[in-house]
């Protein structure tokens, strides 16, 4: 039986360690969650005669989709197509949402005889985007900030918002469609295991292909699984998957997500149990806005390892190394040691970030430009920061802070942030303001919601 209502949430990511090693099978990454959510809201729409899907995210100017859907013949999946219908703007290809909708719905259609048609909202908390001018004044409609700008027009803060969105949405049309398979309840932890592998699985399957590559996945299995040790995926899993429309593809789906016999077996290694900063301690990032460019970075570091592999190698195994030392560090952390107890922490973080600069500096990629150090070095002198990184793949968009959880610290790293500027870097970087965003690590993946988070918002 249907839900007629359902909404479902998912978290943003920050990778605070393992940049560049997690694209590997051979390494792993330490994500984690973020407090900053996006939500899908979904309902049945009120005209059942159509076979239509409604898309909005009310927050920005001009945010709406809308889609048909049919099946194909020969297996091949449904179809998602846009229609433009009367809207004064012509709206652009959200390729995320279009693509999401088709795998999920192919997958569901596995399950269920007929699909209904569906009015979408989508809601992000307002740290994913760097605010606009006019809308810091603005009063918040519960607990969402009405942007007042088109969705091209807003900057990112790099929290993994088009994960999200893919996993939340996945999730929220699996619990719509299909909510006796998303474990009961109280559900058992094996249901609960089996409905999150599903969720993952066809959400990764979702995003690479939204994003024409199969990417590591760490942004995805941190939306759908929260803060946790990550060990990407085969790629061939979804390599051989085929494309949406050839003949087959719907029982292909199926067969992969669910790890069907005769399927790729997904083989990506999650763990959640050795991932936890201590009591009285908390990550925080920085939205540095400074119109940077960073373009092919990945490939470029890639490059240089494989031209130089045995050099590479002793690097890449020096960082893991380094990066398991981050993590038991962070588990030992304490409110009630005194300060010299997390200097060792503190000395960890500076050997890993020596390493990442040394890559840097070899592959000739800004991972820790010389910007972010000085950014990085100014808040690790300030009384309760214990030091800092740049995440992912670096850059000069974001710092991430471990800090103790107190009133003075934060005040203290406020006061430092409104008087810095950011140096400009010629060909890469324009100068530019440092912004304290309001998340922190957050241990939870997907959750439903109390609908009434979304009342103010209805049409």
Same mark, same amino acid.
């Given at each position: 039986?249907?839900?007629?209502?359902?909404?479902?949430?998912?978290?943003?990511?920050?990778?605070?360690?393992?940049?560049?090693?997690?694209?590997?099978?051979?390494?792993?990454?330490?994500?984690?969650?973020?407090?900053?959510?996006?939500?899908?809201?979904?309902? /049945?729409?009120?005209?059942?005669?159509?076979?239509?899907?409604?898309?909005?995210?009310?927050?920005?100017?001009?945010?709406?989709?809308?889609?048909?859907?049919?099946?194909?013949?020969?297996?091949?999946?449904?179809?998602?197509?846009?229609? $433009?219908?009367?809207?004064?703007?012509?709206? /652009?290809?959200?390729?995320?949402?279009?693509?999401?909708?088709?795998?999920?719905?192919?997958?569901?259609?596995?399950?269920?005889?007929?699909?209904?048609?569906?009015?979408?909202?989508?809601? /992000?908390?307002?740290?994913?985007?760097?605010?606009?001018?006019?809308?810091?004044? $603005?009063?918040?409609?519960?607990?969402?900030?009405?942007?007042?700008?088109?969705?091209?027009?807003?900057?990112?803060?790099?929290?993994?918002?088009?994960?999200?969105?893919?996993?939340?949405?996945?999730?929220?049309?699996?619990?719509?469609?299909?909510?006796?398979?998303?474990?009961?309840?109280?559900?058992?932890?094996?249901?609960?295991?089996?409905?999150?592998?599903?969720?993952?699985?066809?959400?990764?399957?979702?995003?690479?292909?939204? $994003?024409?590559?199969?990417?590591?996945?760490?942004?995805?299995?941190?939306?759908?699984?929260?803060?946790?040790?990550?060990?990407?995926?085969?790629?061939?899993?979804?390599?051989?998957?085929?494309?949406?429309?050839?003949?087959?593809?719907?029982?292909?789906?199926?067969?992969?997500?669910?790890?069907?016999?005769?399927?790729?077996?997904?083989?990506?290694?999650?763990?959640?149990?050795?991932?936890?900063?201590?009591?009285?301690?908390?990550?925080?990032?920085?939205?540095?806005?400074?119109?940077?460019?960073?373009?092919?970075?990945?490939?470029?570091?890639?490059?240089?390892?494989?031209?130089?592999?045995?050099?590479?190698?002793?690097?890449?195994?020096?960082?893991?190394?380094?990066?398991?030392?981050?993590?038991?560090?962070?588990?030992?952390?304490?409110?009630?040691?005194?300060?010299?107890?997390?200097?060792?922490?503190?000395?960890?973080?500076?050997?890993?970030?020596?390493?990442?600069?040394?890559?840097?500096?070899?592959?000739?990629?800004?991972?820790?430009?010389?910007?972010?150090?000085?950014?990085?070095?100014?808040?690790?002198?300030?009384?309760?920061?214990?030091?800092?990184?740049?995440?992912?793949?670096?850059?000069?968009?974001?710092?991430?802070?471990?800090?103790?959880?107190?009133?003075?610290?934060?005040?203290?790293?406020?006061?430092?942030?409104?008087?810095?500027?950011?140096?400009?870097?010629?060909?890469?970087?324009?100068?530019?303001?440092?912004?304290?965003?309001?998340?922190?690590?957050?241990?939870?993946?997907?959750?439903?919601?109390?609908?009434?988070?979304?009342?103010?918002?209805? $049409?």
């Amino acid at each position: 039986m249907l839900h007629q209502e359902t909404a479902v949430s998912a978290p943003g990511k920050v990778l605070l360690a393992g940049g560049y090693l997690v694209v590997d099978r051979a390494y792993t990454g330490l994500v984690f969650g973020l407090s900053a959510r996006i939500h899908v809201h979904i309902r /049945a729409s009120v005209d059942r005669s159509s076979s239509e899907i409604s898309v909005r995210s009310p927050q920005f100017k001009h945010a709406d989709w809308r889609y048909t859907y049919r099946e194909l013949e020969d297996d091949a999946g449904i179809e998602i197509k846009q229609i $433009q219908g009367e809207q004064s703007v012509p709206q /652009a290809r959200n390729g995320f949402i279009e693509t999401t909708l088709a795998y999920v719905l192919t997958y569901i259609s596995c399950r269920i005889t007929e699909l209904v048609p569906l009015s979408i909202n989508i809601f /992000a908390d307002s740290d994913y985007y760097s605010h606009s001018p006019g809308s810091h004044d $603005q009063e918040p409609a519960g607990r969402f900030l009405d942007f007042g700008v088109p969705l091209s027009s807003a900057n990112k803060t790099g929290l993994g918002s088009s994960a999200a969105l893919v996993t939340a949405l996945t999730a929220a049309l699996l619990s719509f469609y299909i909510p006796s398979e998303q474990g009961s309840s109280p559900a058992s932890t094996t249901q609960i295991r089996k409905a999150q592998a599903r969720v993952h699985n066809l959400a990764q399957a979702a995003h690479c292909n939204a $994003q024409g590559k199969v990417g590591s996945g760490f942004d995805v299995a941190a939306a759908v699984y929260g803060s946790c040790i990550y060990r990407r995926f085969s790629p061939s899993i979804l390599e051989d998957l085929g494309g949406l429309g050839s003949a087959r593809f719907r029982l292909r789906l199926q067969d992969c997500i669910d790890d069907s016999e005769g399927s790729k077996i997904w083989d990506t290694f999650i763990n959640k149990d050795g991932v936890r900063i201590g009591k009285g301690f908390r990550l925080v990032l920085c939205d540095v806005d400074c119109g940077s460019e960073t373009p092919g970075m990945v490939k470029k570091v890639f490059a240089w390892r494989k031209e130089n592999p045995g050099e590479a190698a002793l690097l890449w195994e020096t960082l893991q190394r380094g990066n398991e030392d981050l993590r038991c560090g962070l588990n030992e952390l304490s409110s009630s040691a005194p300060i010299d107890a997390y200097e060792n922490l503190r000395n960890i973080i500076f050997t890993n970030r020596s390493l990442i600069r040394e890559m840097s500096k070899k592959a000739d990629v800004p991972v820790e430009p010389l910007s972010q150090t000085h950014l990085i070095d100014a808040c690790s002198a300030l009384p309760g920061v214990v030091g800092g990184v740049v995440p992912g793949a670096g850059g000069f968009d974001a710092i991430v802070l471990l800090i103790r959880d107190d009133t003075e610290t934060i005040d203290g790293l406020r006061r430092l942030l409104a008087e810095y500027h950011v140096e400009a870097v010629p060909g890469h970087a324009s100068a530019g303001k440092v912004r304290l965003l309001g998340v922190k690590q957050e241990m939870e993946g997907i959750r439903a919601e109390d609908l009434s988070l979304y009342s103010d918002w209805k $049409q």
